[in-house]
């Protein structure tokens, strides 16, 4: 019995930390955002930021997105040959690439790169009391180093899923015409006949929420953590843990949102 | 306490004559999961003086400091500037004290991402008191008052030897020409010459603002050079205040036994308790 006592008593403890855990996050977001709306504002740190996540992201964001499209258009090549519906291949590219792939790959490799330099960036000025002397110096931390990345994270990802979208499809009509024996105008009218306005948009939708948890695990990590380099590590690992997590649980939520109806 | 003690703390505690402390603290607690790290402090530093806290590490030092600038609250106890209850303030008020505060972290606190002169006049730039392309020059004549060349401010911090970064701390500290300074182990990781140029550094600034300063170190050359008064904190608590220049010689064991570095005292032989 009293051990049945003990794991129910660690379940509630466990729950009971992440509630508060949410909470925490929960308020940091709001003090985060509210920033955004009250003076005054770090723009200079804010396009420090944004160049940071849209220019820079743009290699490793373009890349995954190139190959994920060229596989894709392999892959369905293989699947639907088994059922004569080759022609369906752009439609899948085209579909998979803007409503998942895009949004979703893009924010998994920026997580790991600027979730991850966030939360170091932050966790190595708290733990190097850099944090601090902003309070003494007549800036408010939240306000100098977490709005600026919110709003940055939350503006460069649906750029940067435009740019994903645009080559994840190119992969597909490479693959498709060089490879697969597709006739360009054929595979491009294809494309764009599939396509509607939503499909973009819930991509787009999905990449702002995406960004704006990356910078939010990224900078709450960071906020957090302690004890030295250890402690910073450990910050970093968790920033991009729970922002991919949060990415896949999210894309369900959002995809749920978009198109139950 | 004797009543020669009792003395010597009224001449260095009220050296302006104004019985009114420019900071006062009373009763101070501040306990982290069990560790009751501040036991009931009461402190008062009086305006121009230079009052320097000596303590072992883990007392409550930076604890102390950090209850006053309001990054650590305590858990009871009144702390005052100018007569002011800090805890009452409103957060415009307490952004306002904060405005006449300077600060000089342990390691220096540099911000890695902006150069030294960015550094400088992050201040005076937060409080748009002057345009950034005014800033070059305002940090270029606060470096030269820590004894730096104007080149330094295109530098990193990262670029910077220890006693660099300490000058550019120092200067960030002062440009915005505060009433209050607190120096945080001001020659911690110097070398002795290095030491005494920043404890120089330091009580000129001091001097030429006209502030009043709280510092904390374990240095007892750095201890005698920038202050004019002194106290012990230990466990938590006050245990001796004083002038700066009897250190050694108070007759408090615990103060003379710390001042002279000694092993054996009653402050060892708690720790082997």
């Given at each position: 019995?009293?051990?049945?006592?003990?794991?129910?008593?660690?379940?509630?403890?466990?729950?009971?930390?992440?509630?508060?855990?949410?909470?925490?996050v929960?308020?940091f977001?709001?003090?985060?955002?509210?920033?955004?709306?009250?003076?005054?504002?770090?723009?200079?740190?804010?396009?420090?930021?944004?160049?940071?996540?849209?220019?820079?992201?743009?290699?490793?964001?373009?890349l995954?997105?190139?190959?994920?499209?060229?596989?894709?258009?392999?892959?369905?090549?293989?699947?639907?040959?088994?059922?004569?519906?080759?022609?369906?291949?752009?439609?899948?590219?085209?579909?998979?690439?803007?409503?998942?792939?895009?949004?979703?790959?893009?924010?998994?490799?920026?997580?790991?790169?600027?979730?991850?330099?966030?939360?170091?960036?932050?966790?190595?000025?708290?733990?190097?009391?850099?944090?601090?002397?902003?309070?003494?110096?007549?800036?408010?931390?939240?306000?100098?180093?977490?709005?600026?990345?919110?709003l940055?994270?939350?503006?460069?990802?649906?750029?940067?899923?435009?740019?994903?979208?645009?080559?994840?499809?190119?992969?597909?009509?490479?693959?498709?015409?060089?490879?697969?024996?597709?006739?360009?105008?054929?595979?491009?009218?294809?494309?764009?006949?599939?396509?509607?306005?939503?499909?973009?948009?819930?991509?787009?939708?999905?990449?702002?929420?995406?960004?704006?948890?990356?910078?939010?695990?990224?900078?709450?990590?960071?906020?957090?953590?302690?004890?030295?380099?250890?402690?910073?590590?450990?910050?970093?690992?968790?920033?991009?843990?729970?922002s991919?997590?949060?990415?896949?649980?999210?894309?369900?939520?959002?995809?749920?949102?978009?198109?139950?109806? | 306490?004797?009543?020669?003690?009792?003395?010597?703390?009224?001449?260095?505690?009220?050296?302006?004559?104004?019985?009114?402390?420019?900071?006062?603290?009373?009763?101070?607690?501040?306990?982290?999961?069990?560790?009751?790290?501040?036991?009931?402090?009461?402190?008062?530093?009086?305006?121009?003086?230079?009052?320097?806290l000596?303590?072992?590490?883990?007392?409550?030092?930076?604890?102390?400091?950090?209850?006053?600038?309001?990054?650590?609250?305590?858990?009871?106890?009144?702390?005052?500037?100018?007569?002011?209850?800090?805890?009452?303030?409103?957060?415009?008020?307490?952004?306002?004290?904060?405005?006449?505060?300077?600060?000089?972290?342990?390691?220096?606190?540099?911000?890695?991402?902006?150069?030294?002169?960015?550094?400088?006049?992050?201040?005076?730039?937060?409080?748009?008191?002057?345009?950034?392309?005014?800033a070059?020059?305002?940090a270029?004549?606060v470096?030269?008052?820590?004894?730096?060349?104007?080149?330094?401010?295109?530098?990193?911090?990262?670029?910077?030897?220890?006693?660099?970064?300490?000058?550019?701390?120092?200067?960030?500290?002062?440009?915005?020409?505060?009433?209050?300074?607190?120096?945080?182990?001001?020659?911690?990781?110097?070398?002795p010459?290095?030491?005494?140029?920043?404890?120089?550094?330091?009580?000129?600034?001091?001097?030429r603002?006209?502030?009043?300063?709280?510092?904390?170190?374990?240095?007892?050359?750095?201890?005698?050079?920038?202050?004019?008064?002194?106290?012990?904190?230990?466990?938590?608590?006050?245990?001796?205040?004083?002038?700066?220049?009897?250190?050694?010689?108070?007759?408090?064991?615990?103060?003379?036994?710390?001042?002279?570095?000694?092993?054996?005292?009653?402050?060892?032989?708690?720790?082997?308790?």
């Amino acid at each position: 019995m009293n051990h049945l006592l003990d794991a129910l008593a660690l379940v509630g403890r466990g729950l009971i930390s992440a509630c508060r855990t949410v909470g925490d996050v929960g308020i940091f977001a709001g003090i985060g955002v509210s920033h955004l709306v009250r003076p005054p504002f770090q723009f200079r740190q804010f396009w420090r930021h944004f160049v940071e996540i849209a220019y820079f992201s743009l290699p490793v964001v373009a890349l995954t997105a190139l190959f994920t499209g060229m596989v894709l258009a392999l892959q369905s090549f293989t699947g639907f040959s088994r059922f004569n519906a080759e022609s369906a291949i752009a439609s899948v590219v085209v579909l998979s690439v803007t409503r998942e792939l895009g949004p979703v790959l893009a924010a998994l490799m920026v997580a790991g790169r600027i979730g991850a330099a966030m939360a170091a960036e932050i966790g190595t000025m708290r733990v190097t009391d850099q944090v601090d002397a902003l309070t003494t110096l007549s800036t408010d931390p939240m306000k100098y180093l977490v709005a600026p990345r919110l709003l940055a994270a939350t503006l460069a990802m649906p750029l940067l899923v435009i740019v994903a979208n645009i080559l994840g499809v190119l992969g597909g009509f490479l693959i498709g015409t060089l490879k697969l024996g597709f006739v360009a105008q054929t595979y491009l009218d294809n494309t764009w006949d599939v396509l509607e306005v939503m499909d973009v948009v819930s991509g787009l939708v999905k990449a702002a929420v995406f960004g704006f948890v990356i910078g939010l695990m990224g900078s709450w990590c960071g906020y957090n953590s302690k004890g030295g380099a250890q402690g910073v590590g450990q910050a970093t690992t968790a920033a991009v843990v729970t922002s991919s997590i949060l990415i896949l649980a999210l894309d369900y939520v959002i995809t749920q949102a978009f198109f139950s109806k | 306490m004797t009543p020669s003690d009792r003395e010597a703390e009224r001449s260095v505690n009220q050296p302006d004559g104004n019985p009114t402390p420019k900071i006062r603290l009373r009763g101070l607690v501040k306990t982290f999961g069990a560790k009751r790290v501040l036991d009931g402090v009461d402190l008062d530093v009086h305006a121009g003086q230079s009052l320097v806290l000596l303590g072992g590490s883990g007392s409550g030092k930076s604890v102390t400091i950090k209850c006053i600038l309001g990054l650590i609250t305590p858990d009871e106890g009144l702390i005052e500037v100018d007569g002011q209850d800090v805890s009452r303030l409103s957060r415009r008020d307490r952004t306002a004290l904060r405005d006449r505060i300077g600060m000089l972290f342990q390691n220096g606190a540099l911000f890695d991402s902006l150069p030294v002169w960015e550094n400088v006049c992050f201040k005076l730039l937060a409080q748009k008191r002057i345009t950034r392309a005014g800033a070059r020059d305002k940090a270029a004549e606060v470096l030269a008052q820590v004894g730096l060349a104007a080149s330094v401010g295109d530098l990193s911090p990262a670029e910077l030897s220890g006693g660099m970064q300490k000058r550019v701390a120092l200067a960030r500290a002062v440009a915005a020409k505060p009433d209050i300074i607190f120096f945080d182990e001001p020659t911690t990781g110097l070398d002795p010459i290095m030491g005494a140029v920043i404890d120089g550094l330091i009580v000129d600034c001091v001097k030429r603002l006209g502030a009043t300063a709280l510092s904390i170190t374990h240095d007892m050359a750095s201890a005698r050079r920038i202050g004019d008064a002194a106290a012990m904190i230990h466990k938590g608590r006050i245990i001796w205040t004083g002038e700066a220049a009897r250190l050694g010689e108070t007759g408090n064991a615990m103060v003379d036994q710390f001042a002279r570095g000694e092993r054996e005292g009653p402050i060892q032989m708690e720790l082997r308790r």
